[in-house]
């Protein structure tokens, strides 16, 4: 069964930086794209950042310029760099798998919790 975990989460203040990261184990599918959604509380779950087998990459508007995403598909594992934090930043990441070529599907992550303080 696959496997899907983040991790890399915490506890920052405000402008500090974290790293997350995601590993995927017993995954025998081509990977399409991997990327990176949190869920504030008592929100909906939204993208951050994605990237693909290619190598592009795709950013919310609310964290560009601050937040980095990058990948290892031999080693099926995305990371994001999360730079210049913000209260507003507080949420669970979860990591997403795209795989699969004639029929694709989607992996999920449990989630990691970041809190930013002010």
């Known amino acids: 069964q696959v496997q899907v975990a983040e991790s890399g989460g915490g506890l920052v203040q405000a402008g500090g930086s974290l790293r997350l990261s995601c590993a995927a184990s017993?995954?025998?599918?081509?990977?399409?794209?991997m990327g990176w959604y949190r869920q504030a509380p008592g929100k909906q779950r939204e993208v951050v950042a994605t990237?693909?087998?290619?190598?592009?990459?795709d950013y919310a508007d609310s964290i560009k310029g601050r937040f980095t995403i990058s990948g290892d598909i031999a080693k099926k594992a995305v990371y994001l760099q999360m730079n210049s934090l913000k209260p507003e930043d507080t949420a669970v990441y979860y990591c997403?798998?795209?795989?699969?070529?004639?029929?694709?599907?989607?992996?999920w992550g449990k989630g990691t919790l970041v809190t930013v303080s002010s």
């Open positions: 017993r995954m025998g599918f081509t990977i399409n794209t």
């Open positions: 990237i693909t087998s290619g190598g592009s990459t």
């Open positions: 997403n798998i795209v795989a699969g070529v004639s029929v694709r599907v989607t992996y």
